[in-house]
């Protein structure tokens, strides 16, 4: 069964950057494509960030605005997700997923993915 693990969670200040990893087992990194949720309480999930491996696309939701970067590691079955200049409205948990990508049609949309993480909480906050 695939299994996912993401880590790098933490409280940081405002401004402040983290590295979120997810760690990929029980199949092959290279047919799937992995998306980074987040959820704050009270709110939906949102999609952040996406990366595709059959084509390399990336894509960002729009509150992005250029300060995260998603990136893998093939060798080592792990996704990251580089978070700069964070703000308080940043704070969420966030997960983790994986789908096949051949048959990936809407990248943040939460149907799309059979495969999830528990979750890794951030916390933006002076």
């Known amino acids: 069964e695939v299994q996912i693990v993401e880590s790098g969670g933490a409280l940081v200040q405002p401004g402040g950057s983290l590295r979120l990893s997810c760690v990929v087992s029980?199949?092959?990194?290279?047919?799937?494509?992995f998306t980074w949720f987040r959820q704050a309480p009270g709110k939906d999930r949102e999609g952040v960030s996406t990366?595709?491996?059959?084509?390399?696309?990336?894509y960002y939701a729009r509150f992005v605005e250029g300060r995260f970067s998603i990136s893998s590691d093939s060798a080592k079955n792990t996704v990251y997700l580089q978070m700069k200049n964070l703000r308080p409205e940043d704070t969420a948990v966030y997960y983790c997923?994986?789908?096949?990508?051949?048959?990936?049609?809407?990248?943040?949309?939460?149907?799309?993915?059979?495969?999830w993480g528990q979750g890794t909480q951030v916390t933006v906050s002076s």
């Open positions: 990366i595709t491996h059959h084509d390399g696309d990336t």
């Open positions: 997923a994986a789908t096949v990508s051949t048959t990936l049609s809407n990248p943040f949309a939460t149907y799309e993915y059979p495969y």
């Open positions: 029980g199949t092959s990194f290279d047919d799937y494509a």
